[in-house]
């Protein structure tokens, strides 16, 4: 089921791709939040040193490069994959806000995978915004006592999600001839499977400009992940990578370049692929 039947792809010329959009969280970063190219107020509370040690205190999008400036941003439309029924309510109340500024955004409430089918789906009941959901069943959530991940509970409740082919859906964006996507990833442990899939086929490379990827390695067994075995889908799959260049993106913080952490851009396209991987926190 989608929601916001009134908004045409077609006439969207940059599209956001926010898969594992959970409560809308990254959707809010996407069209509020400056870069730190661009960003000009202080830190928050608490923090003495600037920049923070950490990313994740930073008031600024420290993992998007500097051409995706928050003016940029707000030019793209928006497709949301959330399978979890809990933040369907939240998702559609932003979509209605969006709407009112001239963003368009549509809510697909189904997982992004390889398949169009229904799917069983891992429910996290620990964390408070139910983040750690995953078709990877296997998956183990945060240990509550070291609070390491992977070492935690597996999640018992499962339920029955619908799936929609993402290879599919870009070959779409392809077809209607979509300027830039962006494509962000955030599927729990199943991004090392789904990943490999999106590059044998070839449209990552051929429809995708940016790819941000949040990695959940640690979380299950290796054996598990999907990963390539027979020497063909090997070949395959490292035959687009091997041709990805990249060199470290350099960003303006409060008036002096700082190397953002992991902020890579890339510095030549090879006529293989031209997908910029970064990564998502």
Not at 246 to 255: A, I, P, S
Request: charged fraction near 25%; aromatic fraction near 10%; proline fraction near 6%.
């Amino acid at each position: 089921m989608e929601d916001g039947r009134s908004f045409l792809p077609a006439s969207c010329s940059n599209m956001f791709v926010d898969v594992g959009a959970n409560n809308g969280d990254s959707l809010n970063l996407w069209y509020k939040r400056e870069t730190c190219a661009e960003f000009t107020g202080s830190g928050p509370a608490g923090v003495s040193k600037w920049p923070p040690h950490r990313p994740r205190k930073w008031p600024c999008a420290w993992m998007l490069p500097s051409y995706l400036s928050l003016a940029v941003r707000q030019t793209y439309c928006s497709e949301l994959f959330e399978p979890n029924p809990v933040h369907w309510p939240a998702l559609l109340r932003s979509m209605e806000q969006y709407a009112t500024s001239g963003q368009r955004v549509r809510v697909h409430r189904k997982a992004f995978a390889t398949i169009d089918d229904n799917v069983e789906f891992a429910i996290d009941n620990q964390t408070r915004n139910s983040e750690g959901s995953s078709m990877l069943l296997s998956k183990r959530l945060v240990s509550p006592k070291t609070g390491r991940p992977g070492q935690g509970p597996a999640m018992t409740h499962r339920i029955i999600a619908k799936a929609t082919d993402g290879i599919a859906f870009l070959k779409r964006l392809e077809r209607i001839a979509v300027t830039r996507v962006v494509l962000k990833l955030d599927v729990e442990g199943l991004e090392f499977e789904l990943l490999r899939e999106l590059l044998i086929s070839g449209v990552l490379c051929r429809v995708v400009d940016d790819l941000f990827i949040e990695w959940h390695d640690g979380r299950f067994p290796w054996q598990e992940a999907g990963l390539p075995l027979k020497a063909r889908d090997i070949s395959l799959l490292y035959g687009w990578m091997l041709h990805y260049n990249v060199t470290q993106e350099r960003n303006l913080v409060r008036g002096n370049v700082q190397r953002t952490p992991l902020a890579k851009a890339a510095a030549r396209h090879s006529h293989h692929c031209k997908t910029v991987l970064f990564h998502w926190s």
